[in-house]
Nanobody, 114 residues
């Protein structure tokens, strides 16, 4: 199983980015996709997840601003981030758990500053 995250960058407060997670090595439709983020010196925190059936969940800090989605036919997961704030600055990782084993993408850096 391999995950490849992309789409990070630098934006001003209020801006938007779309993160993508390309998945290979499994039938994606059976697995939940999650996004986490990590700031240096802090623990990795969950941002959002989407089940194989499409049920979504969000951290309180991003509700109403971020939207998670998936396209099983393309083996892709997405995180649309709107209304970005400086506190959203972090390295973002996509994740899939397979039989309780976590698989991680390499991380993509999101920087929000003026």
């Amino acid at each position: 199983v391999q995950l490849q995250a992309s789409g990070g960058g630098s934006v001003q407060p209020g801006g938007s980015l779309r993160l993508s997670c390309e998945v290979s090595g499994l039938s994606l439709r059976y697995y939940a996709i999650a996004w986490y983020r990590q700031v240096p010196g802090k623990e990795r925190e969950g941002v959002s997840c989407i089940s194989g059936a499409g049920t979504t969940d969000y951290a309180d800090s991003v509700k109403g601003r971020f939207a998670i989605s998936r396209d099983n036919s393309k083996y892709m997961g997405y995180l649309d981030m709107n209304g970005l704030k400086p506190e959203d600055t972090a390295v973002y990782f996509c994740n899939i758990d397979v039989d309780s084993r976590p698989y991680w993408g390499q991380g993509t850096l999101v920087t929000v500053s003026s």
